[in-house]
């Protein structure tokens, strides 16, 4: 068989340019559609992890808000405990300072209630003892107030004894001034003179008194000499009632507590400041 050489060469052309048709108009199109698709998918697999990443970085973001916000509310509500509490406790102290200022004020109001009554029940039970007294001694004996307090303190001055005696006549005699006896009232010549006699006999000595009126005491008589003191006075009597009030008064305010033990005015009367107790 022979080959037609020219056959074969037009079949090789025609073959040739088939593929070139092919290539140029069918797989390069094929190809290049291939490729933008591959792009395209590319782009959106890129997209997608872009997304992905923003949308696990919002989560992040969200979780740590949360997280934040948590953190923040337990703080505040710490805070506003805490602050609640010193609020509560500042009232509370207010509360007490209040209430203690309230009875502080209230035990000062008593106080100086009790002691306006005090003076008040002092003034009136000096003025009535002093009437009562001055009625009674001139309507059953015909002396006076003054005089029996007179009588009364020379009866004391005989009848000092042992280291009473001792004390008081061994200050009246190292004394370099005279001893000073002070009465609520103008002692008369005739008193004086019985009182110095008293004082006299009492120490064996001559005692030098200087007399002198003293309005504030309460129907008394005083002398001191030298740091000792002796004397009588109806005060003792009133502050043993002044006592009395006070005790009924405090126990008016507080019904609980005990009373405080009564003084004896029988014993009330005595040597003042230092100087040993006189027997009547």
């Known amino acids: 068989m022979l080959i037609d050489w020219f056959t074969v060469g037009a079949q090789a052309l025609n073959f040739l340019i088939l593929v070139w048709l092919l290539k140029h108009f069918l797989y390069k199109p094929i190809l290049n559609a291939i490729d933008t698709r591959k792009k395209d998918i590319a782009a959106q697999l890129s997209d997608a992890q872009a997304k992905k990443a923003d949308a696990q970085k919002e989560h992040d973001d969200f979780q740590n808000k949360n997280k934040a916000f948590d953190e923040q509310h337990s703080a505040l509500l710490?805070?506003?405990?805490?602050?609640?509490?010193?609020?509560r406790e500042r009232l509370l102290d207010e509360?007490?300072?209040?209430?203690?200022n309230f009875r502080a004020a209230q035990a000062t109001a008593l106080r100086n209630d009790q002691a306006r009554l005090g003076a008040e029940i002092t003034r009136t039970a000096k003025e009535e003892v002093f009437a009562i007294a001055r009625k009674t001694l001139a309507d059953l004996a015909n002396v006076s107030l003054e005089e029996r307090v007179g009588a009364v303190f020379t009866r004391r001055l005989r009848e000092l004894n042992g280291k009473?005696?001792?004390t008081l006549g061994a200050a009246l005699k190292a004394s370099s001034e005279?001893?000073?006896?002070?009465?609520?009232f103008d002692l008369p010549a005739e008193q004086r003179a019985t009182i110095q006699n008293a004082l006299n006999?009492?120490?064996?000595a001559e005692i030098r008194v200087r007399f002198e009126t003293a309005p504030d005491a309460v129907c008394g008589i005083e002398m001191a000499a030298n740091g000792q003191k002796i004397g009588w006075s109806i005060a003792d009597y009133l502050e043993s009632l002044d006592q009395k009030v006070g005790t009924l008064l405090d126990a008016e305010a507080k019904p609980e507590a005990k009373a405080a033990p009564k003084p004896d005015p029988e014993n009330a009367a005595a040597v003042k400041a230092g100087a040993p107790a006189v027997a009547k």
Request: hydrophobic residues 45%.
């Open 178 to 184: 005279p001893a000073l006896l002070q009465s609520a």
């Open 95 to 100: 509360a007490r300072k209040a209430a203690d």
């Open 201 to 204: 006999e009492t120490f064996s």
């Open 164 to 166: 009473a005696k001792e």
């Open 78 to 87: 710490a805070k506003a405990a805490d602050e609640a509490k010193t609020e």
